[in-house]
């Protein structure tokens, strides 16, 4: 009796440009128009960043790349499982064929190319000694407050970080309250529910601007309710100190909009002051109650089940800053504060030229490094670049980078590890978010990585420069 013959093996065929190529159609997990592709700064040159597939984060990679040749068109993505999903762009996809047919197609080894082109990715490195330089050393830690600053009415103002969920972006689409005051803006959707938005600026009796560009909602919790603050812009962040933060005198306690006011911080040494207003007491019940009883019974409930429950890890917060067009995210426990770009820096001889100098922070002397140069080697090209100061441990150091936009609140389930993409600056993104309207991923830089990264990257290049100057 003849012998079964053997199952064929199928071949996935595609294209590269003009060539037509085969991978096992056993590793295809499935086939996709290119997707919204995050580009990951100095990653691996075949690596084209990653994108959201079926709610899984993936490495998309150029298979002529990968092959050593230019890219062409790129009109669809193969994912293919290798020990997790990765994602192939080509140029177009043919068929399957069995083995009999695949003789006139040249397959290639999907592993073997991305193991080349993906090196695996090293342990990181213990936290060094660190990068800044401080004026007092060994001075005892001081307890601080951090602040949120914005514009409202041609002043600055601030919260206490701990009461802000977040701060968005205005959106041109905003359901208005019929019969409301000028306190009352309107209604939003956010994060699965209805957020009701009203004007800080009409709240403390100063003239209301017209919405921008630069328009940021600050979303607060008032009693049981989360409500969105509409400001003129977003200033910075800033971690102060308790001794420089005062009560409101007296006199001032009047019971009008200045009753507000819960604090008044000396910013600069006393040269500025800045505001520090009481969430609990921005709203007359007046005003709650006319906003509430313009949402329907079912909007309330949604508001109130969307309503994060503090102390249980489900939302974390996220600065968002930009460099180029790419937005990035860094941890907001890890920033100290964001400061604009002082009109001179003190040059660090011999320094790389993505250091551009040192400037002193509260008594601190730090460097300033362009993320831009270092991401994209090219310099800042901000209207108005924001220098974040970030600081673990001991390691300390400002990062220029070309705008700060908002601090995003995400859920858990809307964070993802970064897939392993392999060595270089790839090493500082750890994990990857998907953002609430937004078709793409933002990448979450590593704080620690992005500190020891910018001292090994200093203490080499300064290393190098002595070599060569050496005798």
């Known amino acids: 009796m003849a012998s079964a013959p053997a199952l064929s093996e199928q071949t996935l065929t595609f294209s590269v440009g003009e060539r037509r190529l085969g991978l096992p159609a056993s590793i295809v997990l499935e086939v996709a128009p290119v997707p919204r592709i995050a580009r990951v700064p100095h990653a691996p ?51 399957v064929v ?19 082109a993906i090196p695996a990715r090293p342990q990181r490195r213990a936290a060094g000694s660190g990068i800044a330089v401080s ?31 977040e701060v968005m972006r205005l959106p041109p689409e905003i359901a208005r309250m019929p019969h409301a005051d000028g306190v009352v803006v ?23 601007q017209p919405a921008t560009a630069r328009s940021r909602i600050v979303v607060v919790r008032i009693g049981a309710h989360r409500v969105g603050m509409v400001v003129d812009a977003m200033r910075s962040i800033a971690r102060v100190p308790e001794s420089e933060i005062d009560p409101v005198p007296q006199a001032l306690n009047r ?22 207003l009481a969430p609990d007491q921005l709203l007359r019940e007046d005003i709650t109650a006319r906003l509430l009883q313009g949402l329907s019974g079912d909007e309330q409930e949604m508001t109130d089940a969307a309503t994060p429950t503090r102390g249980h890890g489900e939302d974390e917060r996220f600065l968002l800053f930009r460099i180029g067009e790419d937005t990035f995210g860094l941890p907001i426990a890890a920033v100290q504060e964001i400061v604009p770009l002082p009109p001179r820096l003190t040059p660090l001889p011999k320094a790389p030229d993505f250091v551009l100098g040192v400037m002193t922070v509260r008594g601190q002397v730090i460097p300033v490094i362009d993320q831009s140069r ?18 673990i441990g001991t390691l300390t150091a400002g990062f220029l980078v070309d705008a700060v936009s908002e601090v995003a609140q995400v859920a858990a389930a809307e964070l993802r590890d970064a897939p392993e ?16 309207g937004r078709d793409a991923l933002v990448l979450i830089v590593s704080p620690q990585e992005l500190l020891d990264r910018a001292e090994r990257d200093l203490l080499a290049s300064l290393g190098r420069k002595a070599a060569k100057t050496a005798p």
């Open 135 to 165: 004026d007092v050393a060994g001075t005892a830690q001081t307890e601080t407050v951090a602040l949120v600053a914005f514009a409202v009415g041609g002043q600055d103002f601030a919260l206490p970080l701990a009461t802000i969920g």
């Open 98 to 116: 069995d083995d009999r047919e695949a003789d006139a197609v040249a397959r290639i080894d999907v592993a073997a190319l991305v193991a080349r």
């Open 45 to 95: 040159p075949a690596l084209l960043g990653v994108a959201s597939l079926r709610g899984a984060v993936v490495p998309v990679l150029s298979v002529a790349r990968l092959l050593g040749e230019a890219d062409g068109a790129m009109e669809r993505v193969v994912v293919v499982d290798l020990d997790g999903p990765v994602g192939l762009a080509v140029t177009g996809v043919s068929h």
């Open 186 to 208: 309107g209604t939003i959707a956010a994060r699965g529910a209805v957020l009701p938005l009203l004007s800080l600026a009409a709240l403390l009796a100063l003239p209301v």
């Open 421 to 436: 993409l392999g060595t270089g600056g790839a090493r500082v993104f750890d994990r990857v978010a998907a953002l609430d």
């Open 255 to 276: 019971g009008g909009p200045e009753a507000r006011i819960q604090a008044i911080c000396r910013m600069e040494g006393g040269g500025r002051l800045l505001s520090v």
């Open 374 to 391: 270092r991401f994209h080697g090219t310099p800042t090209a901000g209207a108005k670049p924001r220098v974040i100061v970030v600081q």
